[in-house]
């Protein structure tokens, strides 16, 4: 019986020992975020993946810092959200890091948030989102846009910036269906609570979300989305130019024709008709 009790324990002991290396190198390749920087904010303490709070300070503390760069080690994207406190004031802002098996997050507080004084700003600095490209690009006057996206995105995430760090514009996180594109409606408020809509057009573009991908990795990357349009592929273009160049033809022929067709009338024959005055 004893003997038997050993054999259970040391086959115990030794599944264990097998499962060990294999946590470890599931640990191993989980992707990190290894920098980090923002545009109008420096992080107070030198950032390391396995630090996952910080604080940051605000260049400006009346306008709401950016992404700038940053690098991961490892396949994963990252999405960038605000943080607000209970009325809806921006406090810091948080980098998700998300990957096959999961996500992981860094969270950044200001240390000189803005004091708040009511105005009436409530336009956007950007409206962020991966794997999208906003047409025309945003500015103070346009309300609407078009956003293009690959044909099989189905996880849209939108991050809306707002110009002044007191306005508040929620982010919007939807899941889609194959091929559906919506129209989306951002609400930006500024902290005296007058309201500014935008309005987003969503239009699928004849590219995966690893072309785009690929694309947006290569150093001269400008745009995913110029060449996909209508009138710029060369198959319109193509029919553009045959329906011109019939059109030409048709106009050379009517021209011809009318020059060498006989006339049936001679101009010394008398009328057959007389009128009688």
């Known amino acids: 019986m004893r003997r038997k009790i050993s054999l259970i324990l040391i086959s115990a002991v030794c599944v264990c020992l097998m499962l060990v290396p294999v946590q470890v190198s599931a640990q191993e390749n989980i992707p ?3 920098e980090i920087s923002f545009k109008n904010a420096v992080v107070d303490t030198a950032f390391t993946s396995s630090v996952h709070e910080y604080g940051i300070t605000l260049k400006d503390n009346t306008i709401s810092p950016t992404l700038e760069s940053y690098k991961i ?9 605000y943080t ?5 004031h921006q406090i810091g802002l948080t980098a998700t890091l998300q990957y096959a098996t999961g996500s992981t997050i860094y969270n950044f507080k200001y240390t000189n948030p803005p004091s708040y004084e009511p105005n009436n700003n409530n336009l956007l600095s950007e409206i962020v989102c991966t794997y999208g490209e906003l047409s025309p690009q945003l500015n103070d006057k346009d309300t609407a846009y078009k956003l293009y996206i690959p044909n ?6 939108i991050t809306p910036v707002t110009q002044d760090a007191q306005a508040y514009c929620a982010p919007l996180e939807l899941i889609l269906d194959d091929g559906q594109a919506p129209k989306i409606t951002l609400y930006s408020v500024a ?18 979300v690893e072309q785009v991908k690929a694309e947006m990795e290569q150093p001269d ?3 995913f989305v110029d060449g996909t349009r209508l009138y710029q592929k ?15 033809v048709l106009f050379a022929l009517f021209k011809i024709t009318k020059r060498i067709a006989v006339n049936p009338y001679d101009k010394d024959e008398k009328p057959f008709y ?4």
């Not at 005296?192 to 239009?203: A, F, H, P, T, V």
């Open 234 to 248: 060369p198959e319109f273009i193509v029919t553009i130019c045959a329906a011109a160049g019939g059109a030409i």
């Open 191 to 208: 902290s005296d609570g007058s309201k500014r809509e935008y309005l987003l057009d969503i239009k699928r573009v004849d590219k995966t």
């Open 32 to 34: 990190s975020l290894t």
């Open 152 to 157: 099989d995105l189905t996880q849209l995430t």
């Open 221 to 223: 990357f400008t745009s």
């Open 73 to 81: 080690n490892g396949d994963a994207d990252i999405f960038i959200t």
């Open 274 to 277: 007389t009128s009688v005055e």
């Open 84 to 88: 607000y406190d209970d009325t809806n």
